[in-house]
């Protein structure tokens, strides 16, 4: 409060009008349809002085405090309050606001200055805001001298919006938001409220009818199925910064990546983020996997859409914690050695009408062609990826992701989607871009930029398309065009589909069946330096009836083992990175459900199979390993001059053979034996340069719950050629085995 008492202006200065608010005004703020209410409610100077205009629904009195003044104001009836002080200046003043049983001082929100500056407005319309979190939402902080929270929400069509929540009893009337030009962002400085309080904006359609929407960029929101948007700020302190400078070092598709997917909800059950920061990291860690990628985080209303189905992009699911919490959960992982890749689903939303689907009365975020709008599959709707804003609010939250979270990598989700119009439409059912194709030329532009942008501004992140077609350049640059005529889309990795639909397929075969399919292995090599791939065996392969990894084999349990360990061996050793999903390391029987998780029972000692689970996970522990300390299986994955054929031909006897070398020439050799038989003296052609071979891994050895035939001593080569190599071995091959060798 000032110590100098107001200066009163002389009585004879000016002729006084009535400060009351008029009638358009007044009507407008009743109704919720007001643009600018600050340049009504408040102190302004009029004729006569400074006319005090407060509008407080509910209130009995409102007292004016200013210095030793106080003055009360007139009601005016329907909570409008005014009066005219002959005052010089406006004064620094509170209100002292008189209710039923109550009474409470205050500062009031109509007294300050827009909390956004020209520079934000102007790149919210330009679609360049790359940090637009931090100017749209609700921000605690201190403006103007007071404490309070700054609310601001894009929403162009509205006719009004005004703030609803706990701290008003969910009555947004005295809460009317001011537009700010025309950038259709409105925005309203509230005093005296901050971290915890529940809101949402109330949104005058523009035919009159009124909707109460959740913040798309909340950054905390409540557990579901309550959808109130939180007030929140960050208080976490890292402690990763070690992990950060050397992430960036080696790019992703030169170093060892192999991931382990996780959906967080159901891998133990009930545990929150901070409980899962005590158990995850050290999991996975002794499993020796490089990276977890974690099943979306960002809110989703409904569980079983296992958070495909996304409604606060901004705010990661508050059904395990709060958003510190999940730092806290990431800076753990990074503290272990793991990096953090997390899908992300910019490709379409629910139709919740809390929500985005015609978030101000009319299409926002989605496209205004209701053909277009409308995602055949799911039932929701896709993103405009033409409108600038939408773009923005897009590439600004993958940098979120990246920026505020630490994350390591974003796979993208339903890439297919975003890139055809014809995506699962029928003829009739879309309509030709400006060159009469069916690529969506939007949503390709969005792609690059949203790839070009991260790359640019988060050092050692690495993007990820699930992408199931054969689109030109998905991995290739940005700025280099391919036969197609497209700049590459600028992804670091992509998910081969190809590789897991033919390699699971073949291995669905009885053995002696097998032969006839051997190209469904070797196919994908046809292909493997088109991108950069990821090897992956996702969540989408164990549900809904296409059954667990282990139970695709065919045979009895020993050999649906077998056959399980000998292609987990082949996946790793093929070029490529790779990625398991939840309870697959162990052979988990059941196909997984998000309702309770893995079945980590299989695990338990006094179960009577868990010798066999077990030896899986401890396959997968040395697979890791191995892989990790030999660069031949990962430093020269998207170069052709990292892989050669052995024996890519003998389909008859079930066998694939090949070599993989390190950027020094140092070579592994994989041989996978897919028949249950055991071959003796198998001959296989290797370089006349390496004088002895030993076993690296055998997946048949007994501690692996295999028969055990393997090779301990060294293996020399003898100077016959063979598979058009100049030397080669002879190998006892165990049944339904992969065995690696490495020069002794």
């Not at 000692?605 to 077990?614: F, N, Q, S």
């Not at 050895?701 to 301990?712: E, M």
Request: aromatic share 12%; net charge negative; glycine share 10%.
């Amino acid at each position: 409060m000032p110590e100098n008492p107001p200066q009163f202006a002389p009585p004879e200065a000016e002729i006084a009008v009535s400060p009351a608010v008029d009638a358009g005004d007044r009507d407008r703020l009743l109704h919720g349809t007001h643009h600018a209410p600050h340049s009504v409610l408040g102190a302004h100077p009029v004729p006569g002085g400074i006319a005090f205009r407060v509008f407080r629904p509910y209130a009995r009195a409102v007292t004016v405090v200013s210095g030793g003044m106080t003055v009360t104001l007139h009601d005016d009836g329907d909570g409008f309050f005014s009066g005219l002080l002959p005052l010089r200046d406006v004064p620094a003043y509170r209100l002292r606001v008189a209710y039923e049983g109550a009474e409470l001082e205050t500062e009031d929100a109509y007294r300050f200055l827009p909390t956004l500056g020209e520079l934000d407005l102007h790149l919210i319309g330009e679609g360049r805001h790359e940090q637009l979190w931090t100017v749209l939402g609700a921000h605690p902080t201190t403006h103007q001298g007071v404490d309070g929270t700054r609310f601001s929400v894009w929403a162009p069509n509205a006719q009004g919006v005004r703030v609803a929540g706990s701290f008003n009893f969910w009555d947004g009337t005295g809460h009317p938001m001011r537009s700010l030009g025309s950038s259709g962002v409105w925005e309203l400085f509230v005093p005296g409220i901050g971290e915890g309080e529940l809101y949402k904006f109330e949104i005058t359609r523009p035919d009159g009818t009124k909707t109460l929407r959740a913040d798309p960029m909340a950054r905390r929101t409540e557990v579901p199925p309550a959808t109130s948007s939180i007030v929140t700020a960050s208080h976490h302190e890292w402690n990763d910064a070690e992990w950060l400078e050397q992430r960036a070092e080696v790019p992703a598709h030169r170093a060892p990546l192999s991931v382990y997917e996780v959906h967080l909800p159901s891998w133990r059950p009930g545990l929150t983020y901070r409980q899962l920061a005590d158990q995850l990291p050290a999991y996975v860690r002794d499993l020796g996997f490089t990276h977890v990628e974690l099943m979306p985080v960002a809110e989703h209303p409904f569980g079983g859409s296992w958070g495909y189905q996304v409604t606060g992009f901004y705010a990661p699911t508050a059904r395990m914690g709060t958003p510190d919490d999940f730092k806290y959960l990431v800076d753990a992982l990074h503290q272990a050695g793991i990096g953090v890749i997390m899908d992300w689903v910019p490709a379409h939303f629910p139709r919740d009408e809390w929500a985005l689907a015609e978030f101000d009365g009319r299409p926002l975020y989605e496209h205004s062609d209701p053909l277009r709008a409308a995602h055949p599959d799911w039932g929701t709707l896709e993103f405009d990826f033409g409108r600038r804003e939408v773009r923005n609010f897009l590439v600004a939250n993958a940098l979120y992701w990246c920026e505020e979270f630490h994350v390591d990598g974003l796979r993208v989700d339903a890439v297919a989607s975003m890139l055809y119009l014809d995506y699962s439409r029928e003829p009739g059912q879309w309509t030709p871009n400006e060159h009469g194709g069916r690529e969506n030329l939007d949503a390709v532009a969005f792609l690059q930029e949203m790839n070009a942008t991260v790359y640019r501004r988060v050092p050692g992140v690495v993007t990820i398309a699930e992408e199931s077609t054969a689109w030109d350049g998905v991995t290739r640059a940005t700025h280099h065009r391919g036969p197609s005529g497209f700049g590459g889309l600028g992804f670091g990795l992509k998910w081969n589909m190809g590789w897991m639909h033919d390699s699971l397929e073949y291995m669905s075969h009885e053995p002696v069946h097998r032969k006839y399919h051997h190209g469904e292995m070797t196919f994908s090599m046809v292909y493997a330096y088109s991108e950069n791939y990821v090897l992956p065996i996702s969540h989408d392969e164990v549900v809904h009836g296409k059954r667990s990894l282990v139970s695709k084999m065919p045979g009895d349990w020993w050999r649906q083992r077998a056959d399980l360990r000998a292609y987990l061996g082949f996946m790793w050793a093929h070029p490529g990175k790779q990625l398991l999903f939840m309870g697959q390391e162990f052979a988990q029987g059941a196909e997984w459900s998000e309702a309770h998780g893995p079945d980590w029972w299989l695990l338990d000692p006094h179960y009577g199979a868990e010798a066999d689970h077990r030896g899986v996970r401890d396959l997968v522990r040395d697979l890791n390993t191995v892989y990790r300390a030999t660069p031949a299986l990962w430093q020269y994955d998207t170069e052709p001059a990292g892989f050669r054929w052995v024996a890519g031909d003998a389909a008859d006897d079930n066998v694939l053979a090949f070599l993989r070398y390190d950027a020094d020439g140092s070579p592994l050799l994989a041989v996978s034996h897919f028949a249950p038989v055991v071959r003796h003296d198998y001959r296989i052609g290797v370089p006349d340069d390496v004088p002895a071979w030993h076993e690296a891994l055998n997946t048949d050895a007994a501690r692996y719950g295999g028969s055990d035939v393997t090779t301990p001593d060294p293996v020399k080569p003898e100077p016959q050629g063979w598979h058009g190599l100049p030397a080669s071995i002879r190998l006892t091959l165990p049944p339904l085995a992969t065995v690696w060798l490495r020069p002794a």
